[in-house]
């Protein structure tokens, strides 16, 4: 059984992993986190991931720093986290999550973020969409872009285009000219994947005199503070971070006292931030436009296609 640190025992750290382009896509969740650690009379030992797929060999690293637990925020594969824990170091994934269930786990439930979104534009008439979609190893990103072509599909979207961006502010502006690029006619929404992302579409949508929300939505995911700002107003999925930063203390209490307890996981919904840069409701012509079409004329996108 771990001990807890007393007043006799310095403490053994916890090690923090976090990939840069998490940060980037979501600074407030390291504080977060760090102010829980506290709590607990722990201190962090940060490993920063130049890509989530390192992740593997960071974690592995820990054994030799002695760490009492790890918090990835990165997923890393089940051989990974079961060498840690032959190793006694209990594991817990944030923001992230093994389909195995073989860790404790604490994440926002990102599908279900973009089939919310998704939803949401499709009742406003949105039927031809592009998507700005993050890098290949994040599986965050990958989870949320599932869940909106989960719906796009379900509910006959008429197309949908894809355009891999970094997670970057930087990368919004030409993944939206590619798209734009590609699919004629325009697409009327734009999903990305993150917060930067979006904002960096919505400016350049702003460059080219494109009217948003009116002739184009744009969405994105992770409420942070940036898309607030009355430049931006951006609309978006805020996540729940103290709440989940909560539930991690909680479970990281836990898997102190007891090593050998079961893998636990929570997720948690996420809070729709409306902004003024989507349409959810159709305008008038547009509704009685698409009323009229019949069914065959209806045809959803067969295949999503991919940078």
Not at 94 to 100: D, E, K, L, T, V
Not at 111 to 135: D, K, V, W, Y
Request: glycine share 6%; aromatic share 4%; net charge positive.
């Amino acid at each position: 059984m771990t001990e807890l640190p007393t007043s006799e025992s310095p403490p053994r750290p916890v090690a923090l992993l976090i990939a840069r382009a998490t940060l980037l896509a979501y600074p407030e969740l390291l504080p977060e986190l760090l102010s829980r650690i506290e709590r607990l009379d722990l201190r962090a030992l940060i490993f920063f991931l130049e890509r989530e797929s390192d992740v593997d060999a960071a974690m592995r690293s820990t054994v030799a720093y002695k760490v009492c637990a790890a918090i990835a925020a990165a997923r890393p594969s089940e051989t990974c986290i079961a060498t840690l824990q032959r190793s006694r170091i209990p594991v817990i994934l944030y923001n992230c999550f093994s389909r195995g269930g073989v860790a404790t786990t604490v994440s926002c439930d990102h599908a279900e973020c973009g089939r919310t979104l998704a939803n949401l534009l499709m009742n406003g008439a949105h039927r031809r969409f592009g998507i700005i979609s993050s890098p290949s190893d994040s599986p965050v990103g990958e989870e949320r872009i599932k869940g909106v072509l989960e719906v796009l599909r379900a509910r006959g979207a008429l197309a949908a285009e894809i355009v891999q961006g970094d997670y970057s502010h930087g990368s919004g502006g030409p993944a939206l000219d590619e798209l734009f690029k590609r699919m004629k006619p325009r697409p009327s929404a734009v999903i990305a994947a993150n917060d930067a992302m979006a904002i960096g579409a919505l400016d350049r949508a702003v460059q080219l005199g494109v009217r948003v929300p009116r002739d184009l939505s744009i969405v994105g995911f992770d409420g942070t503070q940036a898309a607030s700002w009355p430049s931006h107003q951006l609309t978006t999925m805020r996540q729940p971070l103290a709440r989940m930063a909560d539930a991690a203390l909680e479970l990281l209490r836990k898997v102190l006292e007891d090593p050998e307890s079961a893998p636990e996981t929570r997720l948690f919904g996420a809070q729709l931030v409306p902004g003024r840069t989507a349409r959810f409701a159709p305008r008038r012509r547009r509704a009685a436009g698409l009323a009229a079409l019949s069914a065959p004329d209806m045809q959803p996108f067969a295949n999503v296609k991919n940078s």
